[in-house]
């Protein structure tokens, strides 16, 4: 049998990195599921189809191929926004979960990361993480990320941001973010991404 690790948390609190640093040290394949709902919204942004007919997002949703998904082309902000808007229709999810959940029998292990997978797409996981740090802590890091990169950001708008997303992840009525009963949390407000993979790591060496 597969050995599933669920990671699932809001935007920005060190989640991506620390699923690529789990699949790495273990040697499982990683599916960042923030991406199909990405690729999903950028479809639908690059053909002119509107964001809100749950039809024509569901067709684009079964068109998205795991293995073409690249954050590169994913990442701009506009894309993030749309997709969290798409991610509200159950008829989208419904498409993206089922190609999650084949994603998630590869062996011998996976790694999924996003908002719904300890309490929707992989029930069954057998190590369950939810990370999450304040939305200051949050917002900071993301500013800090656009600084370091060169470019310019404002760090008011980007802490309004944050709470936005929050509000539309928790708040939607199809799975909702929110921690499943046996997930361990991680709060890593004031932890590094080192110490939060330590934290991490001896819960899945016990489980191993
Ligand atoms: O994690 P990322 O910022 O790439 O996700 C973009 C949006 O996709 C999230 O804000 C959320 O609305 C949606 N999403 C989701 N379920 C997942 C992963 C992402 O609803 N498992």
Redesign the pocket.
């Known amino acids: 049998m597969t050995f599933v690790i669920a990671i699932?948390g809001?935007?920005?609190a060190g989640?991506?990195t620390l699923s690529r640093r789990i699949a790495e040290e273990y040697g499982f394949h990683h599916l960042?599921?923030?991406?199909?709902?990405?690729a999903t919204?950028k479809a639908l942004l690059d053909a002119g189809l509107p964001l809100d007919d749950e039809g024509v997002a569901e067709k684009m949703a079964r068109e998205v191929e795991l293995a073409d998904l690249d954050?590169s082309v994913?990442?701009a902000h506009a894309?993030?926004?749309a997709?969290?808007?798409?991610?509200?229709m159950p008829a989208v999810?419904r498409a993206?979960?089922e190609a999650?959940r084949a994603f998630s029998r590869k062996g011998p292990g996976t790694v999924?990361?996003?908002?719904?997978?300890g309490t929707?797409?992989c029930p069954d996981a057998v190590v369950k993480l939810y990370v999450t740090a304040s939305p200051e802590v949050r917002a900071k890091r993301r500013y800090e990320e656009i600084i370091a990169g060169g470019g310019t950001a404002d760090y008011a708008a980007i802490f309004e941001e944050v709470k936005k997303?929050d509000e539309?992840?928790m708040g939607?009525a199809d799975?909702p973010?929110r921690p499943a009963a046996d997930a361990h949390l991680l709060d890593t407000s004031e932890m590094s991404i080192e110490a939060a993979f330590q934290a991490a790591k001896t819960l899945i060496d016990a489980a191993l």
């Open positions: 699932d809001p935007a920005a989640k991506g960042d599921t923030g991406l199909t709902y990405r919204a954050r994913l990442s894309i993030g926004e997709a969290s808007k798409i991610a509200v999810r993206l979960v999650q999924l990361d996003g908002r719904d997978i929707v797409v997303r539309r992840d939607r799975s973010l």
